[in-house]
């Protein structure tokens, strides 16, 4: 029979945060770094990255909101001018990667002419993949979000 033990968790407030950390390869992970190296002002560097299409569309997108960007061996290097982000584009194309899809919607509320609108367009199998909910929970926080073909699925013009 094992015993439970309690144990205090002391967590002490801090306004940065350093570190490295070495996450398995993966698509996913890949384009969420992207886009955090994209909020962040100053630069990024992303390692074990995954050179995949969804990877490539994510750049493109990065590079639309003002990111600078450099591979460097098995990484990239993101420059970012940080919030409020500054648009290079009137529109920004995600390819059929999902998450760059759904991850960019509210970023780009987040942009220094956010009353500007942005087409957000896809890939023909994202355009097939709902987005009615992340929409309209997007509404509600205040973006204006018009579908620019059929409702429920992008493309999607956003301010």
């Known amino acids: ?36 190296a994209l909020l962040a002002k100053g630069q990024s560097t992303l390692k074990n990255v995954l050179n995949a299409g969804d990877t490539q569309h994510a750049i493109g997108v990065c590079k639309a909101l003002g990111a600078t960007i450099t591979a460097q061996d098995d990484g990239l290097i993101i420059q970012s001018p940080g919030l409020p982000l500054v648009t290079c584009n009137s529109s920004i194309y995600t390819g059929n990667s999902g998450i760059t899809t759904r991850f960019i919607m509210p970023i780009l509320g987040l942009r220094q002419n956010a009353h500007e609108a942005i087409i957000l367009d896809c890939g023909e199998q994202m355009r097939a993949r709902p987005i009615g909910t992340l929409v309209d929970a997007l509404k509600n ?18 301010s």
């Open 1 to 36: 029979m094992l015993a439970h033990a309690n144990m205090n968790l002391i967590v002490h407030k801090t306004l940065t945060l350093y570190g490295h950390v070495k996450p398995p390869i993966s698509k996913s992970q890949t384009v969420r770094g992207l886009l955090f």
């Open 141 to 158: 926080l205040g973006l204006t979000i018009q579908y620019l073909g059929e409702n429920g699925s992008c493309p999607i013009a956003v």
